[in-house]
């Protein structure tokens, strides 16, 4: 489950995507489920012509208005800043802070008062945009690995007015998911508040 930045859980609802416990589980119900779905493919006959992977990918830490910051969630942002940046002195010049190691950064809480703040938010930010393609992708990937080759579409969260202020950011991330999967139709809901 996903916790804020004290440890408690945000939503007994809400999930860490890349927890390796919730994509066994993914798994195990693709497994089932698509099985069903591959056998009834409009390709085949079947009244299935499209299926639906994910929806609104990462809309629920964003009702909370914070990030996941599970073990496994802190574990994929402080990657995401090595492959980034490959040295701690480079996260150190370009945040302005004095970490000895990646194991020290955590994910940002509270409100961004100082430079450093703005720009630890920044790279929170920038981490969900790769958590979540990396995430869609492996989606993706599960769908099709199981004979699925219907048309797939997914659902981007965002409102006209409201706390989801990462949905123009969260736009670029499927420039991403469009290099490696050309064929997947994007939709978004128009919900103003």
Known sequence: LTVNPQGKVIDEFVV?????TFLAYTRKWFDRVLKIVRDHQLALGGPIGML?????????QWLYGMGDHSAV???FFRAFLREKYAEISH??????TNYHSFEEVNGPSGIARTRIDHNLYREWHLFHRNYYCRYLEWVIDEVRRRGITLQLYHNVPGWVYGRAKDFPLNITMYNEVFKKHKDIVFGVDHIPE
């Open 52 to 60: 639906q992977v994910e929806n609104e990918i990462g809309v629920n």
């Open 73 to 75: 969630s802190i574990g």
């Open 16 to 20: 860490t995507y890349m927890h390796p």
């Open 91 to 96: 996260l150190n010049v370009a945040l302005g």
